[in-house]
Structures are given as structure tokens and as C-alpha cells.
């Protein structure tokens, strides 16, 4: 996602793959494993305000509902092709929760909102500046005390992993999984102002290391 909406990465970088997207990700990513890691690690809590950050498809969002349906789960992505996917899923097993077009550096909440922003392997389709602009963002909507949990390609954790990675490079550009590449997003979280900003996790999959982060408003 860049800065200007028409402008944003799909899913799989190419329209014509966002269909395939849920499929390549579940066999590729261990995502039922680093979801179900990131929702846990989240702690949601009941009638909480959840914010999940470029939701694509809707899984996470609607794996969090599952977990804690009084949660109030809000889903903001600008591709609406992944919009329609993930309010087809939703509707099909009757949950109630919502996904809404737009772009993570301009989320349309008031401040000291949310309780929770989560986001999983999103982070990765923005330009560093955008990168800046979505955590500033999210720390804007979130209460005090409110946390961010995220689920995104880290730094590799060994030379394997490393070399696996160079696929979703491929896939979705050099410049904008640099920063992931780099370990760059725990930096990036303190420089927004989040406080206790943690590596929770490091899980490896066939296509590189997959990190969960978590970080605090400060109260």
C-alpha cells in the first residue's frame, strides 16, 4: 500500500493472484499456526474495540471473532476485491464483524478508540514512509494502554531462511520488505511512541522467518 489509494500492493502483488491468495498462504506460511499465536498472544477481551490493520481476506479478523465473539472486529484494507472475499466469509458463517475501505495511515477512527490494533503479513507491502505513517496512525486510534499485535516477515533467523525469503521479495518487491529483511519494525514502533515493544515469536516457514511483535500506548 503506498501513499496515493490507487497506488496500494494487492495481496499477492498481482490482482489476478488475490484469488488464490487464502490457499497459497495456508500452505506456505503456517498460518493457522502464527494466527492462532497472534490472536492468543492479543489477549482480547470481552466487547473490546478491535482494529485489524490491512485485513486482506478477513482470516485473522474472523479468527479473533471466533475466539471472542462480544469483541467488536473491524477490518480496514483498500483493495476491495479482498473486502468482497472477506464479507462472503464472514457472512457465510454469520459473524458479526465488518471490513471497511481504506488506508492504514488514515484510519477513519477518533483517537484513544481502540483497544486493540492487530495486523498480520501487511507490513510488508508499504514503502518505509508508509510503514512510519500506519504505526503513528495506530498509535493515534488506540487507547491508552491499548496494544498492537503483528504477525509479518522479520529478520531471518538463519541463512536458510534467509535464502527462502528472496521468493516473497520476488513476489512482492525488494523495497518494501527491506525493512522486514532488516528487523527494522520494532524501531519503528518506539519511534511512534510505543512503549514494552517486544519480538514475542520467531516462526520459521518454507518462505523465511515470520516474527510476531507486540508494543504498548503508553497509559
Known amino acids: 500500500m503506498n501513499q496515493r489509494k490507487d497506488k496500494f500492493i494487492p495481496a499477492l502483488r498481482f490482482n489476478w493472484l488475490t484469488d488464490f491468495y487464502d490457499p497459497i498462504v495456508a500452505l506456505t ?14 489477549a482480547i477481551k470481552t ?7 490491512g485485513s486482506g481476506t478477513g482470516t485473522l479478523a ?14 480496514i484494507d483498500a483493495d476491495k476485491k479482498v473486502i468482497s472475499i472477506a464479507n462472503r466469509k464472514a457472512d457465510a458463517e454469520n459473524l ?8 492504514a495511515f488514515n484510519i477513519p477512527f477518533d483517537s484513544n478508540t481502540i483497544d486493540r490494533c492487530v495486523s498480520s503479513l501487511f507490513f510488508h507491502h508499504l514503502t518505509t514512509l508508509d510503514k512510519e505513517r500506519t504505526f503513528s496512525e495506530a ?27 528472496y521468493v516473497v521479495q520476488f513476489i512482492d518487491g525488494f523495497k518494501t520488505t527491506s525493512d522486514n529483511v532488516k528487523g527494522c519494525l ?3 514502533m518506539k519511534t511512534a511512541g510505543f512503549v514494552d515493544v517486544m519480538t514475542e515469536k520467531n516462526i520459521s516457514t518454507p518462505l523465511g522467518t515470520i516474527s510476531l511483535y507486540s508494543a504498548k500506548k503508553r497509559e
Not at 466487547?47 to 490493520?53: E, K, S, T
Not at 471473532?65 to 477490518?75: D, E, F, Q
Not at 458479526?96 to 488506508?103: A, D, K, P, S, T
Open 96 to 103: 458479526n464483524l465488518r471490513f471497511i475501505e481504506g488506508m
Open 47 to 53: 466487547n473490546y474495540q478491535v482494529l485489524d490493520i
Open 139 to 165: 498509535y493515534k486510534v488506540l487507547k491508552q494502554g491499548g496494544e498492537i499485535h503483528i504477525a509479518d516477515w522479520g529478520q531471518p533467523t538463519g541463512i536458510l531462511m534467509r535464502i527462502l525469503f
Open 29 to 42: 506460511c503456517r498460518e493457522k499456526k502464527f494466527k492462532s499465536l497472534l490472536a492468543e498472544q492479543a
Open 186 to 188: 520494532p524501531e519503528m
Open 62 to 75: 474472523i479468527h479473533i471473532n471466533k475466539r471472542c465473539s462480544s469483541a467488536l472486529v473491524t477490518g
